[in-house]
């Protein structure tokens, strides 16, 4: 099954230097908890899935993967059950702000890191809307938001480190 990932052009290189998709946030309970999972979803069209309003454009880079049957968990049967459970009037907001019923069954989460060995395309959305792939220099290219600079050096330095170690 094709899933798509969609994120800032400043989050990509701290998802890429610090080893994948790893920080995405579930709320449980009454949304006063979470769970690390990334968000994901089998439409490939951001809009109406609740990414605008943020200060950076969640929807400038599609991250396509495969994943089997079994793998992702559909968020609306996650949030049902006890390992994911979202009292349903949260979960009937969060389907309202993020686009109703129809966007909130393409969502799904998966709860391990994804590597960017599993990425099939890095896209970017390019002006006239559409997604092609991007080019090594043009992910190269990127800054990450200054927020993650530092979490994204410390995490690359580490990794370093660690393959240094096992060399």
Sequence with gaps: MRLYHFTSLG??????ATGGLWRGEVPLLDGSRIT???WLTSDPDPGGHGLDGSEVDKRAVRIEMEFGP???YPWLRFAST????LEPQLVEELVRTGGGQRKARSWYVYPRQIPPSRFLAIKFRRENGGYSPATPSEIEALVPHEELADVAEELRLARLGTEKAYA
Excluded: F, K, T
């Design 82 to 85: 006890r390992a994911g459970y």
């Design 11 to 16: 989050h990509l290189p701290v998802i890429l």
């Design 70 to 72: 079994r793998e992702a």
């Design 36 to 38: 690390r999972a990334n």
